[in-house]
């Protein structure tokens, strides 16, 4: 399963929007670096589609505010 992020990072709260079927909006309170904001996009993501973090792994935009993202299912 693929999944379309925007991620915005340093936000004040977090917070999960769904305004298009096809794209989540996911606001984390971590900075971009070190790698923290994508480290906990995962965790959010693992958690509502109640999936282990292993099984979800960040496919392109690393370094960018919209990222795809994979969900293998075991």
Do not use: D, F, P, Q
């Given at each position: 399963m693929y999944l379309k992020v925007i991620v915005t990072p340093g936000a004040h709260k977090e917070r999960i929007e769904e305004k298009d079927s096809e794209?989540?909006?996911i606001s984390v309170r971590e900075k971009a670096s070190g790698n923290r904001a994508?480290?906990?996009?995962?965790?959010?993501?693992?958690?509502?589609?109640g999936v282990t973090l292993t099984q979800v792994?960040?496919?392109?935009?690393?370094?960018?505010?919209?990222?795809m993202i994979s969900i293998?299912?075991?």
């Open positions: 794209i989540l909006y994508n480290t906990r996009v995962r965790e959010i993501v693992a958690k509502r589609l792994r960040i496919l392109t935009g690393h370094h960018s505010r919209s990222k293998s299912t075991l």
